[in-house]
């Protein structure tokens, strides 16, 4: 990667103490934070890129998308948000021991079926959890069932008749990690947004700073979509903001409700323009986004969380817009 900076970091622990937190802490695992290799990789930005954002221009064009909807108490939507959860409760019963064949990697997936827009039931549950080699199939299912899904997912939304599980479907799953399937930064946008739920522009948050637009103006268009929800004005809200490299100002501003809008779009775009600042600068100062928060998103997703640190989570420009609409 790029980057513009006077302080020293020592990236090889940090690095190395990421990957113990993760909890790759045993050779056994194919890989562990002791004895495997960090290679630092990092040049300074380029001339170019660096005048034009200085003065806090745009870094790069591109199209971001915010989005949120009535579905769920965190205004995300349902399938996303389930999974989530999922993982967490995963994550939570290894880290307490109580299921010792845990180990880190794993993953999950709800579809969930809909009714005249609504969220009516959970069709399918996928949960695929690395283990330890001693552990049956049948032990891990019986105890993903019991112990991770059934108390994670609403009982009103499971139909015992119709609902399909599939716990590690391909079987053992044994090697998993970087030891299996080594990746690269910024390949899961869609699970770091809304499942899927909401256009992407395709620009990751991952190893970004709040400098690149990429990151902070997603963050900024879901909290405005956040509070164009809460406010009452739409049951659904996606806002789309576009840049041109250098430009701090968007090149434009879009504001789609589905029809549930309670103020003609034309007035709501001219609302967001007006009490919210989407220039780069804007963005960090409102959002407080100077500070070492990111590592919390690596996990989880980066919306829908109530964690203090997640500001554009906040709805405390709710009476703002609500006095502005007239409602």
């Known amino acids: 990667g790029e980057i513009t900076t006077s302080c020293y970091v020592d990236i090889p622990k940090?690095?190395?103490?990421?990957?113990?937190?993760?909890?790759?802490?045993?050779?056994?695992?194919?890989?562990?934070?002791?004895?495997?290799?960090?290679?630092?990789?990092?040049?300074?930005?380029?001339?170019?890129?660096?005048?034009?954002?200085?003065?806090?221009?745009?870094?790069?064009?591109?199209?971001?998308?915010?989005?949120?909807?009535?579905?769920?108490?965190?205004?995300?939507?349902?399938?996303?948000?389930?999974?989530h959860k999922l993982t967490r409760r995963l994550s939570t019963l290894r880290r307490a021991g109580t299921h010792d064949y845990l180990r880190p990697d794993g993953k999950s997936q709800v579809s969930v079926r809909y009714a005249d827009g609504k969220p009516i039931s959970v069709e399918t549950v996928v949960i695929s959890t690395q283990h330890s080699p001693d552990v049956t199939l049948e032990r891990i299912r019986e105890e993903m069932i019991q112990d991770v899904i059934l108390p994670t997912i609403p009982a009103h939304l499971i139909d015992a008749k119709r609902i399909t599980y599939h716990i590690n479907p391909t079987g053992r799953f044994v090697t998993g990690g970087p030891m299996g399937d080594t990746g690269l930064t910024g390949r899961k946008i869609i699970v770091d947004t809304y499942g899927g739920s909401c256009p992407h522009g395709g620009g990751a948050f991952s190893g970004k700073d709040p400098t690149k637009v990429d990151r902070s103006a997603c963050y900024m268009a879901r909290h405005v979509a956040k509070t164009v929800v809460a406010a009452g004005l739409a049951a659904r809200a996606q806002v789309q903001v576009a840049y041109a490299i250098g430009v701090a100002e968007p090149v434009s501003i879009m504001v789609e409700t589905f029809g549930t809008g309670k103020v003609p779009t034309v007035k709501l775009e001219q609302m967001i323009r007006q009490h919210f600042d989407f220039t780069p600068a804007g963005i960090i100062k409102y959002l407080n986004l100077r500070r070492p928060i990111y590592k919390q998103t690596a996990a989880y997703g980066h919306f829908g969380r109530s964690e203090p640190e997640f500001t554009w989570e906040r709805t405390d420009r709710v009476t703002d817009l609500r006095d502005d609409a007239g409602i």
Do not use: H, W
């Open 14 to 83: 940090v690095v190395r103490n990421t990957i113990r937190d993760v909890g790759y802490t045993r050779a056994k695992y194919g890989f562990d934070y002791e004895t495997c290799g960090v290679i630092t990789a990092i040049d300074e930005q380029s001339g170019d890129i660096a005048m034009g954002v200085d003065s806090l221009g745009a870094g790069d064009q591109g199209l971001m998308f915010g989005y949120a909807c009535t579905e769920t108490e965190e205004l995300m939507p349902m399938p996303i948000m389930l999974a």
